[in-house]
């Protein structure tokens, strides 16, 4: 059993050996079937990387959605105060955090550039705020908020900007659908091509295989060198695809990074990691080991000796 376990691992040590030096006899050829691979594999995997962090980012944003209570312009610094302190204690609450006159103003002219405009008016126009953190980030714990402070004699009005971060997160969620039936169509489409090359490949040895099925050999032994053959085109496939996605996401980490820091965000583009890299091999790989075996099964079955 071991003599025939040895000599089994032999056979595929040479067969895939033998296609891989094929494949560097063609190496003009294949690198360019690599590149259309890595191309029809890379687009919907970078595009996936990037909402992937963006969606991430954005649940991070979402779970600290704040709710924002505007006082009358009759409230006191000393009521606000106790107010805070009244709020932070509610239930549904994390942090209670007050903002008074001048850090509203000061942060308003720092995000618009309107100081001069505001430093017209006689008073400070804006009203004193609590920024309340809820301790979930759906709406059930903003309306009970609402509902227990909204006729308190000091509070104007009570913000929560739930709605178009619901709308948000719809959005990301169909372009995530999108980039996912895009992804089953560009797999697809390798398919099509390790299928193509292998119906070439078998058709340029169609003697051999006659000879060897005439001896006796089975459909399994003739299958096994384009199994390779489709293996290593994947894996050069992903290969490339990766290159090409941690190419781009570098590419556009500095501009993606300047713009999220021109709207005083901490988002950042970061690149594939080793998981990613390596999974997306692995995916590479069997996807051209199933696109070998599928057209190999096909096209030797259609050969016979006569």
């Excluded at 006899?25 to 259309?36: F, I, N, V």
């Excluded at 990613?276 to 096209?299: D, E, P, R, T, Y």
Aim: some cysteine.
């Amino acid at each position: 059993m071991l003599i025939g376990l040895k000599a089994w691992l032999q056979r595929h040590r040479f067969e895939a050996a033998r296609s891989l030096a094929s494949i560097w006899r063609q190496r003009w050829s294949s690198l360019s079937t690599w590149g259309a691979m890595g191309i029809a594999l890379g687009l919907p995997v970078f595009l996936l990387s990037f909402l992937g962090q963006l969606a991430a980012y954005e649940g991070q944003w979402q779970g600290q959605a704040s709710i924002s209570v505007y006082l009358k312009a009759s409230a006191k610094a000393l009521e606000a105060c106790k107010l805070t302190v009244e709020m932070e204690a509610a239930t549904g609450v994390v942090q209670a955090r007050l903002i008074s006159k001048e850090e509203a103003l000061a942060e308003f002219a720092a995000k618009t550039g309107m100081a001069d405009i505001l430093n017209a008016f006689d008073e400070n126009p804006l009203p004193i705020v609590i920024e309340v953190i809820p301790s979930q980030s759906g709406g059930l714990a903003a309306e009970a908020f609402r509902q227990q402070f909204a006729k308190h004699p000091l509070v104007d009005e009570i913000v929560f900007d739930e709605a178009w971060m619901r709308r948000l997160g719809a959005i990301m969620e169909t372009a995530t659908r999108l980039i996912q039936a895009l992804g089953l169509v560009m797999s697809l489409g390798v398919i099509l091509i390790v299928s193509n090359m292998l119906r070439l490949a078998i058709e340029n040895r169609r003697v051999e295989i006659e000879v060897q099925k005439l001896i006796g050999a089975t459909d399994a032994f003739v299958r096994r060198p384009f199994l390779y053959f489709g293996l290593w085109h994947g894996l050069g496939g992903g290969l490339v695809a990766s290159l090409l996605v941690q190419g781009a996401l570098i590419y556009l980490s500095g501009p993606v990074e300047a713009l999220a820091q021109s709207y005083r965000s901490g988002f950042a583009l970061q690149g594939l990691g080793l998981a990613a890299v390596l999974m997306l091999l692995l995916f590479a790989a069997l996807l051209g080991l199933l696109s070998a075996w599928m057209a190999a099964g096909q096209h030797l079955r259609a050969i016979e000796p006569e």
